[in-house]
């Protein structure tokens, strides 16, 4: 960073004169490039700087261990936030009104003692304007401290840190009216984990969930219940992807296998401490474009951290709870203050939320998905919302998450259907998807069919029709039907015995005219007979079979299009 001349370098001689006379001290010097040797040296008295420091109030002493803290710079936006505007007058009225007498905020007091000083510098997103300390005053005031003065400042800087902990909670408690229809908090992730991961092992695309499927993805594989992208992958990853569907499967045996409860703390604990699970990159209705980065962890426990702070048992204004984040902790996920690097539009439009304007936009949308989506989802907090709206209006920290129960039993009809309750141990549900297929689901239960085509792909990945027998009987409310079973049996000894098809039929007025084109040329597109006048046409071979008929001169009528093909007749 610039040292104290070359901070000042840019500022007249009466700006030179204000400084000294802040500090106490002559300045001799008429020429511009003395005067700033003059006043560097000057300034730059441990002893004077120490003095200096300890006649600040404690909101220009706050603002300056900020600065110090932050290893002597923050962005200019972030710092003017927190600590107040510079006005920026002429020399004239500098020196006819002297601000520098009555300043109008922190960052005045600190500016006119030369304590602060702005300029751009380049980043790694561009080049940023910056709040500074010069460079040679630094170290004098960051480390400069004694006595009585020195452990003041420690606990100054100690209460920064710790702020937020020992704070007051943000926000308010929630009014009656925003807080009048309550979401109870449950953990139907669970289920929507168990249809995941079963339509991944069948190779099934996976049906719309509750909790929508590219979020349950996110949260599978922070607990590395499922594999990774392949993008990159080798060879091995691949070939399991290709095996599996991407399901790690011992991983995912003990998790379902799990009880709800502890099932459960498995994907919150991997979701708490996750590098990868990316909050504001999930944020319904925005794109996140562009190679700059964001750290969700670090954000992720900031906010979990303020969420700790807010009394056990209580309702609380999701409303206020944001903005009381935007006015204390604004740069809450932004530690640089940059608010213009960061490639972020809405889905519906090409216009950039860049700026700080559009804080509600993105990171108070963010803090209201964090609480309405992943805290919800997760059990960890209940929700509610004022009567019929549908808009989040108030939240309460659930310290004792609720499960289910897992002790439900399923339903088997004579024609193959199994209607599965939501309470059915979730390993149950899993193995048997796999032998089903998969019918619209109701909110409580899970309903599929058991098919010829679905018990091959079954036995196609080594299945069983004597585990799906065992399953059943294990799991089921009442004796499964008889004919079912039978049917299960029959088809595991002999496999499909029966075939309903919708084939093309030919049905001609008499036999003779059955027999005249089966020996000519259309005779190879004739399949099976059924009778002395009726015969299948073979699959594809409709349009061939018409036009032989249309040659021999026999009139034909397609019923199947309503079409009459005409030709010359011999008889």
């Known amino acids: 960073m610039p040292d104290l001349i070359q901070s000042l370098q840019s500022r007249d001689l009466g700006h030179l004169r204000i400084v000294t006379s802040l500090w106490g001290v002559e300045l001799a010097s008429i020429e511009m490039d003395a005067a700033l040797t003059e006043l560097a040296a000057a300034l730059l008295d441990p002893a004077l ?3 200096i420091v300890d006649a600040l109030s404690a909101e220009a002493l706050s603002a300056l261990n900020v600065l110090a803290e932050g290893g002597g710079r923050i962005p200019w936006a972030t710092f003017v ?18 601000p520098y007498l009555h300043p109008i905020s922190v960052a005045e007091t600190l500016f006119y003692r030369a304590l602060l000083a702005r300029a751009f510098f380049d980043t790694p997103s561009g080049v940023q304007e910056f709040a500074y300390i ?3 005053l630094l170290p004098l005031i960051h480390h400069g401290e004694h006595g009585e003065n020195r452990e003041e400042k420690q606990k100054i800087s100690m209460a920064s840190v710790l702020s937020i902990v ?12 925003e807080r009048a229809r309550i979401l109870p908090a449950d953990d139907r992730i669970l289920d929507d984990a168990c249809t995941l991961l079963a339509a991944l092992r069948i190779g099934l695309m996976p049906p719309e969930t509750p909790i929508p499927v590219h979020v349950v993805t996110e949260f599978l594989s922070t607990a590395k219940l499922i594999l990774p992208s392949l993008h990159g992958g080798g060879a091995r990853t691949r070939t399991e992807q290709n095996r599996s569907g991407g399901v790690q499967l011992e991983p995912v045996r003990v998790f379902l296998e799990a009880s709800r409860k502890d099932a459960l703390e498995m994907l919150v604990s991997a979701w708490q401490t ?34 700790d702070a807010i009394p056990e048992n ?3 204004s999701l409303p206020a709870f944001v903005h009381a984040i935007k006015e204390k902790y604004p740069d809450y996920q932004r530690p640089a203050g940059d608010y213009d690097s960061w490639f972020i539009r809405r889905a519906d439009s090409e216009t950039y939320l860049s700026g700080f304007d559009h804080w509600d936009d993105v990171d108070g949308a963010l803090i209201r998905y964090f609480i309405t989506g992943p805290l919800f989802w997760l059990g960890m907090v209940e929700l509610a919302t004022p009567g019929d709206s549908e808009i989040i209006t108030a939240f309460r920290v659930n310290e004792k998450r609720v499960t289910s129960n897992d002790n439900g039993k399923l339903m088997v009809s004579s024609n193959g259907r199994i ?5 059915v141990p979730r390993v149950t549900r899993y193995l048997i998807s796999r032998f089903c297929e998969w019918e619209e689901a109701k909110p409580d239960e899970y309903r599929y069919r058991v098919s010829t085509r679905s018990l091959e792909k079954a036995q196609e990945q080594g299945l069983k029709v004597s585990q799906l027998l065992s399953l059943l009987a294990k799991n089921a409310a009442a004796e499964i039907p008889p004919a079912f079973i039978k049917a299960l049996k029959r088809w595991e000894l002999n496999g499909t015995e029966a075939r309903v098809e919708n084939p093309v039929v030919l049905r001609v007025s008499r036999p003779d005219v059955l027999e005249e084109l089966r020996k000519s040329k259309a005779g190879r597109f004739l399949g099976e007979i059924l009778g002395p006048t009726t015969v299948i046409v073979k699959k594809g071979a409709q349009s061939k079979v018409l036009a032989a008929l249309a040659e021999l001169g026999l009139l034909a009528e397609d019923t199947t ?11």
């Open 134 to 136: 010069p460079d040679d």
């Open 314 to 316: 209580q309702w609380w």
């Open 49 to 51: 700087v120490r003095e």
């Open 561 to 571: 299009k309503g079409d009459i093909i005409t030709g010359e007749t011999n008889l």
């Open 419 to 423: 209607a599965v309750p939501r309470s």
């Open 166 to 177: 020992s704070a007051p909670p943000l926000g308010r408690l929630a009014s009656l009216k």
């Open 81 to 98: 936030r927190r600590f107040g505007e510079i006005r920026e007058i002429g020399s004239g009225r500098r020196d006819r009104e002297q």
């Open 274 to 307: 996750s590098k990868s699970f990316n909050e504001l990159h999930l944020l319904p209705g925005l794109l996140c474009e562009g190679e700059w980065t964001n750290q969700p962890l670090v954000t992720r426990e900031f906010l979990l951290v303020l969420l």
